[in-house]
C-alpha cells in the first residue's frame, strides 16, 4: 500500500515538472518573439548615385599608349558611404538618412574610366588587375570629397585629389598634381548638395583625363621602353 502510494506520488511530480518545462519553454520562445517584434527598422536613407558625364575636350590629344587606373586610396572617414558635411573648419558631420551608392574613391575610378574610355583619345585604359602591358600608370589620393560650408551660407561640394603619372616599367613619376574643386549648392538641401557633388566630380574627371593625356603625350612623358 504505501509502495503503490509513494509511486504515484512520483509520477505526479514527474508530470507536475514536465508541465512546468513545458511552460517554461513557450514562455521563452514567446520571450524571444517579443524582441524581435519589438526591434526598431533602421531609419530609410535616401541613397544618392551621382553619374557625371563627361565630353572629351577638342584640345586632348590623341595618344598610342596604354594607362592603368590604381585604386584610387583615401582616408577611410573621406571614402565612406556616409555623405559628410563639414560645418566648420574642424568638424566633421554626415546628412540623416542619406548615403552614396558608391565610395567616392569608386565614383572618381568609374568617372575616369569612362571618360577616357569613351573619349576615343587613348589606346587603352584599365583599372588595376585587369591584364593589360600598360605603359603609364595613374595614381590617385582622394583627399577631400566633404560638403563644406567654409563659413558660407550654402555648402560647396568639395573634392580634392592628388594624382601622379607614373612610367610603369621604371616607376619613374612622370608629372604630379593637385586637383581641386568646389561647387556650390543651390541650397542647403541634400538633392542640390548631391547636385553640386556631381559638377564638382565632372570637373575633377575632365581636369584628370585632360591632363593625363597631355603628360603622356609631352617628350618629357615618353614611356620607356
Same mark, same amino acid.
Given at each position: 500500500m504505501m509502495l503503490r502510494s509513494s509511486t504515484s506520488g512520483i509520477?505526479?511530480?514527474?508530470?507536475?515538472?514536465?508541465?512546468g518545462f513545458g511552460v517554461a #519553454?513557450?514562455?521563452?520562445a514567446c520571450g524571444c518573439t517579443s524582441l524581435l517584434i519589438s526591434d526598431k527598422p533602421r531609419d530609410?536613407?535616401?541613397?544618392?548615385?551621382?553619374d557625371p558625364r563627361v565630353q572629351a575636350d577638342p584640345a586632348w590629344p590623341t595618344v598610342?599608349?596604354?594607362?592603368?587606373i590604381a585604386s584610387p586610396t583615401a582616408p577611410r572617414p573621406i571614402d565612406s558611404l556616409r555623405i559628410a558635411v563639414r560645418p566648420s573648419p574642424n568638424e566633421m558631420q554626415i546628412y540623416k538618412g542619406a548615403r552614396w551608392a558608391k565610395s567616392p574613391t569608386t565614383m572618381l575610378e568609374d568617372a575616369l574610366l569612362r571618360t577616357l574610355e569613351d573619349s576615343g583619345r587613348i589606346a587603352a585604359v584599365a583599372r588595376?588587375?585587369?591584364?593589360?602591358?600598360?605603359?603609364?600608370? #595613374?595614381?590617385?589620393d582622394l583627399r577631400r570629397f566633404e560638403s563644406d560650408y567654409a563659413q558660407a551660407s550654402v555648402p560647396?561640394?568639395?573634392i580634392e585629389v592628388s594624382a601622379k603619372l607614373m612610367d610603369a616599367r621604371s616607376q619613374k613619376v612622370v608629372a604630379s598634381r593637385t586637383f581641386l574643386e568646389a561647387t556650390p549648392a543651390a541650397s542647403t538641401g541634400v538633392p542640390d548638395v548631391v547636385a553640386a557633388f556631381e559638377q564638382s566630380l565632372a570637373s575633377i574627371t575632365r581636369g584628370l583625363a585632360g591632363w593625363t593625356l597631355t603628360n603622356g603625350a609631352s617628350p618629357a612623358g615618353a614611356p620607356a621602353r
Amino acid at each position: 500500500m504505501m509502495l503503490r502510494s509513494s509511486t504515484s506520488g512520483i509520477r505526479r511530480t514527474l508530470r507536475v515538472l514536465r508541465l512546468g518545462f513545458g511552460v517554461a #519553454l513557450v514562455a521563452l520562445a514567446c520571450g524571444c518573439t517579443s524582441l524581435l517584434i519589438s526591434d526598431k527598422p533602421r531609419d530609410p536613407s535616401t541613397i544618392y548615385a551621382p553619374d557625371p558625364r563627361v565630353q572629351a575636350d577638342p584640345a586632348w590629344p590623341t595618344v598610342p599608349w596604354q594607362l592603368m587606373i590604381a585604386s584610387p586610396t583615401a582616408p577611410r572617414p573621406i571614402d565612406s558611404l556616409r555623405i559628410a558635411v563639414r560645418p566648420s573648419p574642424n568638424e566633421m558631420q554626415i546628412y540623416k538618412g542619406a548615403r552614396w551608392a558608391k565610395s567616392p574613391t569608386t565614383m572618381l575610378e568609374d568617372a575616369l574610366l569612362r571618360t577616357l574610355e569613351d573619349s576615343g583619345r587613348i589606346a587603352a585604359v584599365a583599372r588595376q588587375g585587369s591584364g593589360i602591358d600598360p605603359d603609364y600608370k #595613374l595614381v590617385l589620393d582622394l583627399r577631400r570629397f566633404e560638403s563644406d560650408y567654409a563659413q558660407a551660407s550654402v555648402p560647396a561640394a568639395t573634392i580634392e585629389v592628388s594624382a601622379k603619372l607614373m612610367d610603369a616599367r621604371s616607376q619613374k613619376v612622370v608629372a604630379s598634381r593637385t586637383f581641386l574643386e568646389a561647387t556650390p549648392a543651390a541650397s542647403t538641401g541634400v538633392p542640390d548638395v548631391v547636385a553640386a557633388f556631381e559638377q564638382s566630380l565632372a570637373s575633377i574627371t575632365r581636369g584628370l583625363a585632360g591632363w593625363t593625356l597631355t603628360n603622356g603625350a609631352s617628350p618629357a612623358g615618353a614611356p620607356a621602353r
